[in-house]
């Protein structure tokens, strides 16, 4: 197990495995802005990224996360599960959009995916499909979670990004519709991820106002942390004891508890999800490096990382500096 400056341990790793979404989600990808996608052979291979989180292995990584853009888009992404379901990992999970989840989750099951997170963050029609950039059905998605509970992809978690102004007068409808499905719902204060998604702190609808007003409606009981490290605050349905969480990662950032490493399509390494600068892991997977030599590349940047931008954004914004970082669809959540 190594630490980082901080103390924080090596235990979660998430791979993008492509930068393209059926979705212009304005979170991380707003109209009226040009992209640059990565080619095919740009990014990893399937034997690349499994070869790359064996050699983690020994280093603690216990949890990978296949992230986007929108993972279920890469092509066989199957495959990819299935040889990452044959190491020695205690969580393999998925974040999708659910835009293809209804055909793809008895698939994604039978390949060895242990549970999935679903982003959606609306159930009217008009808001979400405004959202997203194109005209969605939110039955669409629901559909899909349907079919991930049938399959067995539990817990299904649903991923609510809150901005204020646009759908904080729903978290009372989420939390009541997700109860009675029984599935576990985060509510996520809106982060200035990427550089593109319109930020603003007005625009952050804070946890404590969430917790407040859900708090009027439900009777919730907290639960304690599941391992050191896990971001969301969380609660339970006393009557029925469905799970719901919080992640205030702007009002009450938890940079000394991140264990997360991050791995883009194109094969750079990121030490946090506002890092500007990613570390080169395709050159030496393509060199021929062995799982030795990955290791050491990866403990150097570990012991030496000092990332807590969420612990500074206050402090930035007062002496009006922006720093660069990379856009959500490269990166995933």
């Known amino acids: 197990m190594i630490k980082d400056r901080l103390g924080r341990e090596l235990r979660d790793l998430r791979i993008s495995v492509t930068d393209r979404c059926n979705f212009r989600c304005s979170f991380c990808m707003p109209e009226g802005e040009e ?3 990565f080619r095919r052979d740009e990014m ?5 990224i499994q070869r790359f989180v064996r050699a983690l292995i020994p280093l603690g990584v216990k949890k990978v996360r296949l992230t986007g853009g929108e993972p279920l ?7 990819l599960i299935s040889m990452l379901s044959s190491l020695p990992l205690e969580d393999l999970s998925l974040t999708t959009n ?8 008895r698939l994604l099951k039978s390949s060895g995916l242990k549970r999935i997170t679903v982003s959606l963050h609306s159930l009217r029609d008009k808001v979400f499909s405004e959202l997203v950039g194109r005209e969605v059905k939110v039955s669409w998605i629901i559909e899909g979670i349907e079919e991930a509970l049938r399959v067995g992809l539990e817990p299904v978690k649903v991923n609510v990004c809150v901005v204020k102004g646009v759908n904080e007068d729903e978290i009372v409808d989420i939390a009541r519709f997700f109860k009675d499905m029984g599935v576990v719902v985060r509510f996520i204060e809106f982060m200035d ?3 593109l998604n319109h930020w603003s702190l007005e625009r952050v609808f804070s946890v404590r106002e969430m917790f407040q007003i859900l708090s009027e409606h439900f009777d919730l009981e907290p639960l304690e942390k599941s391992y050191r490290g896990e971001v969301a605050e969380r609660y339970k349905h006393r009557d029925c004891g469905v799970e719901i969480g919080f992640i205030s990662s702007v009002t009450q950032p938890f940079c000394g508890e991140c264990n997360r490493l991050r791995l883009t399509a194109e094969g750079k390494l990121l030490t946090c999800l506002f890092a500007q600068d990613g570390y080169d892991v395709k050159s030496l997977l393509r060199s021929g490096a062995e799982e030795e030599k990955i290791r050491e590349f990866v403990t150097r940047i570990w012991s030496e990382r000092e990332d807590r931008y969420s612990e500074r954004r206050l402090e930035l914004l007062k002496r009006g500096i922006i720093p660069r970082k990379p856009e959500m669809f490269k990166v995933g959540g």
Do not use: M, S, W
């Open 193 to 195: 991820v990427g550089n």
């Open 98 to 105: 659910g835009f293809l989840l209804k055909e793809k989750a």
């Open 44 to 48: 990893l291979t399937f034997e690349e």
């Open 35 to 37: 992209y640059q996608f």
């Open 73 to 79: 888009l890469r092509r066989d992404i199957q495959r």
